[in-house]
């Protein structure tokens, strides 16, 4: 069964350092997502992507924050200079498109950020 | 803006017994999904069952049941003869037809007990 994955499961990594997570959506999916949980909290939306470009993004995705899809296959998170509230589990999902609302969006195993 | 909201932070069932969990959302949206999302330990994103909000019928997946009531905006699961295996965070979570993204509430732990 396909399925996303995500690299690493967890990266540790110094205070104003830039981090990239990485996800391989499924493959015939077509619209793509990142959200964070901090620890004991609740998932939260970050941004959501499609047809090479950002279709939403939350508030808290701000100028530290970019993605991208450099070969077609990959779906990256960019933090350019990591704060230590950047600490969380993020976690990428993919979507497929179709005429019906019920596609839901399947999500990768997360990477586990630690900001020291 | 749409919003979700678990009251229950914590709940605990005896194994084999029913629990029900509940959920309520706010939108103006007509045509909306509801998913209720299961994490546990591994923090894994499992989903458990949903709901398209123009059907009147709950949904059922074995031993998940949901009670949907548009009206109220109301989106309750119950979970059936408990098992061990069932002891997870469970995430209620909104989905629009606009965005398609995730409006998740704030969790509920479930415990099953032995």
């Known amino acids: 069964e396909p399925e996303v994955t995500q690299t690493p499961s967890h990266q540790v990594t110094q205070m104003g350092q830039e981090v990239i997570l990485r996800c391989v959506p499924i493959?015939?999916?077509?619209?793509f997502y990142w959200y964070r949980q901090i620890l004991g909290q609740k998932v939260e939306f970050l941004v959501s992507?499609?047809?090479?470009?950002?279709?939403?993004k939350s508030e808290i995705f701000d100028d530290q924050f970019s993605v991208e899809r450099p070969d077609g296959s990959n779906f990256t998170l960019k933090i350019r200079s990591t704060k230590l509230e950047d600490s969380a589990m993020y976690f990428c999902?993919?979507?497929?498109?179709?005429?019906?609302?019920?596609?839901?969006?399947?999500f990768g195993p997360g990477t586990r950020l630690t900001v020291l | 803006a749409q919003t979700v909201t678990q009251s229950q932070p914590e709940m605990s069932v005896q194994e084999a017994e029913t629990v029900t969990l509940s959920c309520t959302y706010d939108?103006?949206?007509?045509?909306?999904?509801l998913f209720w999302y299961k994490q546990p330990p591994s923090r894994q994103m499992i989903l458990v069952i949903r709901q398209e909000a123009y059907k009147q019928q709950n949904a059922t997946e074995n031993r998940f049941s949901v009670n949907f009531q548009k009206a109220a905006k109301s989106f309750s699961l119950k979970i059936s003869d408990s098992q061990l295996g069932d002891t997870a965070m469970y995430f209620c979570?909104?989905?629009?037809?606009?965005?398609?993204?995730?409006?998740f509430g704030t969790g509920t732990r479930l415990k099953v007990l032995a």
């Open positions: 999902a993919s979507r497929a498109t179709g005429p019906r609302l019920d596609n839901e969006q399947f």
């Open positions: 992507f499609y047809n090479n470009e950002i279709s939403e």
């Open positions: 493959s015939n999916h077509l619209y």
């Open positions: 939108t103006s949206e007509n045509n909306y999904y």
């Open positions: 979570a909104f989905m629009t037809s606009g965005t398609y993204k995730y409006i």
